[in-house]
């Protein structure tokens, strides 16, 4: 999940008032907390379903985050603001802006990683900890683009892009070093 970048996102797509934003923010974290928790709980069994092994699944998942990242980098930003943004929570907010395919890939990978219920319990918090940290984004983002300036979140978004980078690249040698049990 990119924060800086779904909140920039945010704030180009919606041009509505202050209290239609903080109730798009809410839906919008909520939409987020119900994929993210199919895509953990329900990782193994779509793995076996498509027979997809982890360490496939880690390096195709470690590309797209990689180009995730590229698009973060150097991608254009949308100019022009949504006409219904209330009809498009899941699409484009929650999908792809927020949870895109490499978060996805890595939701499953870390899903299907996860054995024992302890574990499970663990992600499944780490990842309600980092909704709700895009979720306060998204609330209070009014308030942040007052201090950071539109130029100030582009800049974050960048950094987020080097980050998600790196993380693609352990991903796709995490993979590799798997199948070939190194």
């Known amino acids: 999940m990119t924060p800086f970048f779904s909140l920039l996102m945010f704030l180009i797509l919606t041009k509505n008032s202050l209290e239609s ?6 839906k919008t974290t909520l939409t987020i907390s119900i994929l993210v928790s199919i895509l953990l709980f329900f990782g193994n069994h779509i793995f076996f379903m ?3 092994t982890l360490e496939a699944f880690r390096v195709g998942a470690g590309a797209l985050l990689f180009i995730t990242a ?3 980098i150097n991608g254009p930003l949308p100019s022009e603001p949504l006409e219904d943004i209330n009809s ?3 699409v484009p907010l929650a999908i792809p802006i927020t949870i895109g395919p490499g978060t996805i890939g890595a939701i499953l990978v870390m899903g299907a990683s996860l054995e024992e219920t302890s574990e499970v319990l663990k992600g499944w918090l780490a990842l309600y900890l980092a909704v709700f940290s895009i979720g306060l984004l998204l609330y209070f983002a009014n308030e942040i683009e007052k201090v950071t300036k539109k130029s100030g979140l582009i800049v974050l978004s960048k950094i987020t892009g080097l980050v998600l980078a790196a993380l693609s690249a352990q ?3 995490s993979g590799i070093k798997g199948f070939f049990e190194i």
Request: no cysteine; aromatic share 0%.
């Open 21 to 26: 934003r903080k109730k798009l923010a809410l």
């Open 50 to 52: 498509l027979g997809i």
């Open 70 to 72: 590229i698009s973060l």
């Open 88 to 90: 498009s929570i899941v």
């Open 171 to 173: 991903m796709v040698l």
